[in-house]
């Protein structure tokens, strides 16, 4: 007899309600540039929208605009095949969803949140996806790509699916490919055990 899939587990929006204060800015502020990202979300809302500026004229091609979780949670996510993104609005720019399983306490000098490993997917939602026709996408754990300061970084380790510590979302230049105003609203970011890379009409 087939097991079943485990049902999704709500991290953001759904049955676990959107709420601005899970949520920080990490912008290229930190490195002398002038991007800015905000999420706009509240427990009455079921749609949290990620929305700001990305600058690459002050950092000479260069710029990324992230919000970041600042819970103080560890999440066990390991009976899960990865995370479901639900999409209902897109301007068709390439984002990136970030999780790491380590941080790092803060710079003693700056206070700043120091850098350490992070394992991304870069993803684009088509500008069509509505409140009626949302996109789906979902990331198995083994498409996530571990990097260290924008570099690939070929001898990390897997990512530890037992201890998930901080979850972001970002838009960046892609080496200059890409500026200026940029929005994406999400129902809802759940671990999930789909079998399906990518948008789902």
């Known amino acids: 007899m087939a097991m079943e899939s485990k049902k999704d587990l709500a991290l953001f929006g759904g049955s676990e309600k959107w709420n601005a204060d899970d949520w920080t800015s990490s912008d290229d502020t930190v490195r002398g540039g002038k991007s800015q990202s905000y999420l706009e979300c509240s427990p009455a809302n079921p749609v949290a ?21 600042r819970k ?15 999409v209902t609005k897109s301007d068709s720019k390439h984002y990136t969803f970030n999780v790491k399983d380590s941080l790092l306490p803060p710079d003693p000098d700056t206070g700043r ?17 509505t409140v009626t026709k949302k996109g789906e996408l979902f990331i198995p754990w083994e498409s996530f790509n571990a990097t260290y300061r924008g570099r690939v970084k070929e001898d990390a380790p897997p ?26 609203s999400m129902e809802s970011i759940s671990a999930s055990s789909g079998k399906t890379v990518g948008c789902i009409e």
């Open 72 to 86: 103080d949670v560890v999440w066990d996510l390991s009976e899960y095949k990865g995370i479901k993104l639900v």
């Open 49 to 69: 929208r990620f929305y700001g500026n990305l600058d690459i004229t002050t950092l000479g091609g260069a710029g990324f605009a992230s919000q970041r979780t």
């Open 159 to 184: 990512l530890n699916t037992t201890s998930i510590k901080q979850m972001s979302i970002m838009m960046r230049s892609f080496f200059g490919t890409q500026d200026g105003a940029f929005s994406l």
């Open 113 to 129: 949140e120091q850098a350490s490993v992070s394992y991304e997917y870069d993803f684009q939602i088509a500008e069509n996806t």
